[in-house]
């Protein structure tokens, strides 16, 4: 059995509905696995059943969106300077697939 199954056979069984440890213990295995969107519905659930203390659970939250989309952010933007002798404002950021040019 998985980590992640013992944990839903838990809550299944009512164990730990309301503490807000038990849906973060369980969503960090699933963003361990890199399953994030089953983490955030623990996270979801964990906001719908009320669990407390309730500023744990959307702190943990909040700073898991933030860290992936800064990750995202950061793995499709890619800064690039040109060589010394042009103008150091010209930079290239290739974004989504497409090259854009600020100067």
Same mark, same amino acid.
């Given at each position: 059995?998985?980590?992640? !199954?013992?944990?839903?056979?838990?809550?299944?069984?009512?164990?730990?509905?309301?503490?807000?440890?038990? #849906?973060?213990?369980?969503?960090?295995?699933?963003?361990?696995?890199?399953?994030?969107?089953?983490?955030?519905?623990? #996270?979801?659930?964990?906001?719908?059943?009320g669990a407390q203390p309730g !500023?744990?659970?959307?702190?943990? #939250?909040?700073?898991?969106?933030?860290?992936?989309? #800064?990750?995202?952010?950061?793995?499709?933007?890619l800064l690039i300077m040109r060589?010394?002798?042009?103008?150091?404002?010209?930079?290239?950021?290739?974004?989504?697939?497409?090259?854009?040019?600020?100067?």
């Open positions: 059995m998985f980590l992640w !199954d013992s944990h839903s056979h838990i809550f299944n069984k009512g164990v730990g509905t309301k503490t807000a440890a038990f #849906y973060v213990s369980w969503a960090r295995q699933f963003e361990q696995r890199g399953l994030n969107q089953r983490a955030d519905g623990v #996270y979801q659930k964990a906001l719908e059943n !500023d744990v659970v959307l702190h943990e #939250y909040s700073v898991k969106l933030m860290f992936r989309n #800064y990750t995202k952010w950061a793995g499709q933007c060589p010394a002798h042009t103008p150091p404002s010209l930079v290239f950021c290739i974004l989504s697939g497409f090259i854009t040019s600020k100067t």
